[in-house]
Nanobody, 114 residues
Framework: QVQVVESGGGLVQPGGSLRLSCVVS????????MNWYRQAPEKERELVAV????????NYADSVKGRFTISRDNAKNTVYLQMRSLKPEDTGVYYC???????WGQGTQVTVSS
């Protein structure tokens, strides 16, 4: 059974940083690209960052480029999202997902507010 567990969210002031983690079990993690998404209140889910299976290629939404960094540790079945210079518009629930598979976790809430 595949499990996806995100963590690391919280309340942070504008300009602050957070690092999100996502652990995937029951799945051949090292063979799959991974995506991070976010969903703000009353908005559609948005693809934020993508990393290939070996971590050699990454892509970002324009809204986070230069501020967020996606990385992975295949030995730990974990993908990370380092977020810096956070803005109120980064607020939302953040999810990770293996690319091409419909496995979702519960997400982790990020709130950027003073």
């Amino acid at each position: 059974q595949v499990q996806v567990v995100e963590s690391g969210g919280g309340l942070v002031q504008p300009g602050g940083s957070l690092r999100l983690s996502c652990v995937v079990s029951g799945f051949t993690f090292s063979n799959s690209a991974m995506n991070w998404y976010r969903q703000a209140p009353e908005k559609e889910r948005e693809l934020v960052a993508v990393i290939t299976s070996r971590g050699s290629v990454t892509n970002y939404a324009d809204s986070v480029k230069g501020r967020f960094t996606i990385s992975r540790d295949n030995a730990k079945n974990t993908v990370y999202l380092q977020m810096r210079s956070l803005k109120p518009e980064d607020t939302g629930v953040y999810y990770c997902k293996p690319r091409g598979y419909d496995y979702w976790g519960q997400g982790t809430q990020v709130t950027v507010s003073s």
